[in-house]
């Protein structure tokens, strides 16, 4: 059964750092991997998803690369800005159901 | 506009109580699924459809009930036979490949 471990838990930073938020996963027949953004109360946004075929995704200031021989994506995020605090979560794609990782906690601080 | 809703925001119930929540999607998707999510745990899958009159359990899908008769609309039943109905509750739906899922806002059930 897939699992899916995101690393830390929780981040605090100053604005303007630039961060790296990791997710990794237990079986690499995935067929697709999504990070998605949670405010508090909220659902669901999401924000990029990379294929299985593809080594990275970017939008804006977000970049999200997967490895599947090593079991690993993480999302970069450039730049921080207060209003990306947020619980950011990744999912990867089975043969037809999403397995999701508990999330990280992000910060940050003006 | 297109996407999913869900209703009420906030739903009350007194234990022992069956209650509906509802999810529509107006995005011509043909898969559906229903999220619980606890407080510093990840999503857990209840229920999903790929296709009208058709579902199947998740990973948690004792003490729900789910129905799929319009392509629209997927509500989820939350039994008495529920332990631990008070939570987060998020619907979603996606669309062929590559099958990226989006989500409504949620509703939050709280039983007492």
């Known amino acids: 059964k897939q699992e899916v471990t995101q690393i830390p838990a929780a981040l605090s930073v100053p604005e303007g750092e630039n961060l790296v938020l990791n997710c990794s996963f237990t079986?690499?027949?995935?067929?697709?991997l999504q990070w998605f953004r949670q405010d508090p109360g909220k659902g669901l946004t999401s924000l990029l998803l990379?294929?299985?075929?593809?080594r990275e995704q970017t939008s804006g200031r977000l970049n999200a690369s997967l490895d599947k021989s090593s079991g690993r994506s993480t999302l970069y995020i450039a730049a921080s800005q207060p209003g990306d605090s947020a619980t950011y979560l990744c999912?990867?794609?089975?043969?037809?159901?999403?397995?999701f990782g508990k999330g990280t906690m992000l910060l940050v601080s003006p | 506009d297109g996407g999913i809703t869900q209703s009420p925001k906030y739903l009350f119930r007194k234990e022992g109580q069956n209650v509906t929540l509802s999810c529509e999607q107006n995005?011509?998707?043909?898969?559906m699924y229903w999220y619980r999510q606890d407080p510093g745990q990840g999503l857990r899958l209840i229920y999903y459809s790929q296709i009208v009159n058709d579902f199947q359990k998740g990973d948690i899908a004792e003490g729900y009930s789910v129905s799929r008769e319009k392509k629209e609309s997927f509500p989820l039943t939350v039994t008495s036979a529920q332990k631990n109905p008070t939570a987060f509750y998020l619907c979603?739906?996606?669309?062929?490949?590559?099958?990226?899922?989006?989500f409504g806002p949620g509703t939050r059930l709280t039983v007492t």
């Open positions: 995005l011509n998707h043909d898969a």
């Open positions: 079986d690499s027949a995935i067929y697709n």
């Open positions: 999912a990867s794609t089975g043969y037809s159901t999403l397995t």
């Open positions: 990379i294929q299985s075929s593809q």
């Open positions: 979603a739906s996606s669309g062929d490949s590559p099958y990226e899922q989006y």
